[in-house]
């Protein structure tokens, strides 16, 4: 079974530029997470969606990132524009069932999208 | 709001040698994970604890959970190389009507031959 893919695994780009990154989660996984880890930190929650639904969004600074997961599948992370202190690893997962809806709530990553503002 | 505490946050140890990696949470939760993160890797989801003395086992480690004292540990047993890797709890947390994962800072394991 394919795990969660994420793209570009690298981005380098310049301050106030835009960037976007794309998910894909593992089939029939209903509930997708965009994560941020700082180097040496654990992950932050940036956005959740269940289905196509984003049901916490509270993390996520609105005035620069948007988040999209249309049909319920692929999710696309964009920042526009990007800042200096936007580097860091964003970080995709899903499971099957929030533990909300009955599952265990385990998280299955992806290998993140690593951006770096210069 | 929930906070989770690692400890220690850096660990150096020989092989063959025993430890345990100590998650104290600050708030009620009876659901705690743990996952291994390899340099530029994916995190890996090691163990899921769902109950008040759950205990789980793969390998040369252990991982077990007091929902009362809000702790969890993960013993490591007679440790080997491959086990170096940076190990990060993960808590369940209902916040605002919202449920989300927060996750430790993360302990780096070093094991050395």
């Known amino acids: 079974e394919a795990g969660v893919v994420q793209s570009p695994r690298y981005k380098i780009i310049e301050k106030k530029q835009p960037v976007a990154f794309w998910c894909n989660p593992i089939?029939?996984?209903?509930?997708l997470y965009w994560y941020l880890q700082n180097l040496g930190q654990g992950p932050e929650l940036l956005i959740r969606?269940?289905?196509?639904?984003?049901?916490?969004d509270s993390q996520l600074p609105k005035d620069r990132f948007s988040a999209e997961r249309l049909k319920g599948v692929d999710s696309t992370l964009k920042i526009q524009p990007a800042e200096l202190g936007d580097s860091a690893v964003y970080l995709c997962?899903?499971?099957?069932?929030?533990?909300?809806?009955?599952?265990?709530?385990?998280?299955?990553f992806g290998e993140g999208s690593r951006l770096t503002v210069l | 709001e929930l906070k989770v505490e690692q400890n220690p946050l850096f660990l150096s140890m020989q092989e063959g040698k025993n430890y345990t990696i100590y998650c104290n949470y600050s708030?009620?939760?009876?659901?705690l994970y743990w996952y291994r993160q390899d340099p530029g890797k994916s995190l890996e989801s090691l163990f899921v604890l769902l109950s008040n003395g759950a205990v789980k086992q793969e390998g040369r480690l252990m991982a077990s959970l007091d929902t009362k004292a809000r702790l969890s540990t993960l013993h490591i047993t007679a440790a080997v190389h491959d086990l170096s890797a940076t190990y990060f709890c993960?808590?369940?947390?209902?916040?605002?009507?919202?449920?989300?994962?927060?996750f430790g800072k993360g302990t780096k394991l070093t094991v050395n031959p």
């Open positions: 089939s029939g996984h209903n509930t």
């Open positions: 997962a899903s499971s099957p069932l929030s533990d909300l809806l009955g599952g265990t709530g385990e998280l299955f």
């Open positions: 708030t009620t939760s009876d659901r």
């Open positions: 969606y269940e289905n196509e639904e984003a049901v916490d």
């Open positions: 993960a808590v369940d947390s209902f916040w605002g009507g919202s449920e989300k994962l927060v």
